[in-house]
């Protein structure tokens, strides 16, 4: 395979990259507060924080997407400028970003070698043998508009392995992977290590840090609040570095074994069938979470929009509280108690272009007007929103395409 290697030796002396006391605004809004951060040829630095605590905004900075405000960044101990993407990307830096952005009327394999000057043939054998060694079932062919989003995300992660990079970030490169497929992401990882790449690696899942990361950093609120080699802390050291000051960790209660001898079921499913699926039948009782798992192209989405009334089933029922909702509106099942958090949030989860207020707003409007939109009680469901679910916005008016990943 022809992986990623360095291009220029590295004094082991200095850090691959440094970054010390950056600082960024959006407006009043004060994202980053003064960081400070090092990694050196073969560490894979594990970045942890809740939404909105500056971690995207940081790597942005050293992709060039953004510029700092006030700080300085050191490549191999000198001070570089990174202002813009192309600098960045001629310094060995590439970043996998948390949203795939491909281009859409474009194949897999024209999103995943756009931009490099070398023969088409060479670089289609190289992500050939890149996507065998990892075991990913992707066919190059396939337009990008009929991914699925951890399909895009397996487009976004060969872009990056496909580079020489020197510095390789990945932002929540798992969220939308199987088992399997992060394993065989762990196991590059090793390998991109061995060849004395720096990594920054963003995840929300502690179990990672331990698995894969040398260094863990542990952002909130723009600040570093706690940061050293992994061997030296616990998983409960890390929730207490994530949680406020204010608040304390609890110890996990027992959970309780429900009784549904005297239960009825609040949603069934009797042998639905679709595209992608088939025969699906089994039962969710109240206070219940069922788990449905699979590998990327297995019917999950596909058997999701079914229930929710998006997509047409070929055969079988949907029964929720012993009714039948098979077949009828979208809208219907949703005025009944069934609902959906869609998997791509930019296509069916928000309005990009509008304000926070307004997305929160928009599945109540039938609640909170007549003809003209009751302000008040809009603010009112906005406020309380944002404050249950803890959504970091500089107010309600806040466009939602700037707000972070999480957020």
């Excluded at 600098?87 to 897999?108: C, D, K, R």
């Amino acid at each position: 395979m022809h992986t990623i290697t360095t291009e220029t030796p590295i004094d082991s002396r200095d850090p691959m990259i440094s970054i010390r006391d950056i600082w960024k605004s959006f407006g009043t809004n004060s994202v980053l507060k003064g960081i400070d951060l090092d990694v050196r040829s073969g560490e894979v630095m594990a970045l942890i924080g809740g939404n909105g605590a500056g971690k995207s905004t940081l790597m942005k900075i050293i992709m060039g997407i953004y510029q700092q405000d006030k700080g300085d960044i050191y490549l191999a101990g000198e001070k570089t400028d990174l202002s813009k993407p192309a600098i960045a990307l001629s310094h060995g830096i590439y970043l996998v970003p948390q949203e795939p952005m491909l281009f859409p009327n474009m194949t897999v394999e024209e999103n995943i070698i756009i931009g490099f000057l070398e023969k088409k043939s060479e670089l289609r054998k190289r992500v050939k043998e890149i996507i065998n060694q990892l075991g990913w079932k992707l066919q190059l062919d396939r337009k990008a508009d009929t991914l699925s989003i951890a399909e895009q995300q397996l487009v976004e992660i060969l872009r990056g392995l496909l580079r020489n990079a020197r510095i390789l970030i990945l932002d929540e490169p798992t969220s939308s992977l199987t088992f399997n497929e992060i394993e065989s992401l762990f196991d590059l990882i090793e390998d991109l290590k061995k060849k004395g790449i720096a990594i920054f690696y963003i995840t929300h899942r502690l179990t990672e840090v331990f698995e894969i990361a040398s260094k863990v950093s542990i952002m909130r609120d723009g600040i570093i609040t706690l940061q050293g080699p992994v061997e030296d802390f616990t998983k409960e050291d890390l929730i207490r570095g994530l949680l406020p000051t204010d608040i304390k960790l609890k110890k996990t209660a027992k959970l309780q074994a429900i009784d549904y001898t005297d239960l009825q079921p609040v949603l069934q499913l009797k042998n639905l069938s679709g595209y992608g699926y088939k025969n699906i039948s089994l039962d969710v009782y109240p206070g219940e979470v069922l788990g449905v798992a699979g590998v990327v192209g297995a019917g999950r989405t596909e058997f999701a929009t079914a229930i929710i009334g998006m997509e047409r089933a070929n055969s079988g029922q949907v029964l929720l509280n012993g009714e039948d909702i098979t077949g009828i509106k979208t809208r219907s099942i949703i005025d009944k108690g069934l609902n959906y958090v869609p998997e791509d949030r930019f296509l069916n989860g928000i309005f990009n272009i509008a304000d926070t207020k307004s997305n929160l707003s928009s599945a109540s409007l039938r609640t909170m007007c007549k003809f003209f939109t009751n302000r008040r009680r809009e603010e009112t469901l906005s406020d309380e929103c944002i404050r249950d679910f803890r959504i970091k916005v500089t107010g309600q008016d806040q466009i939602m395409e700037s707000l972070s990943g999480g957020n």
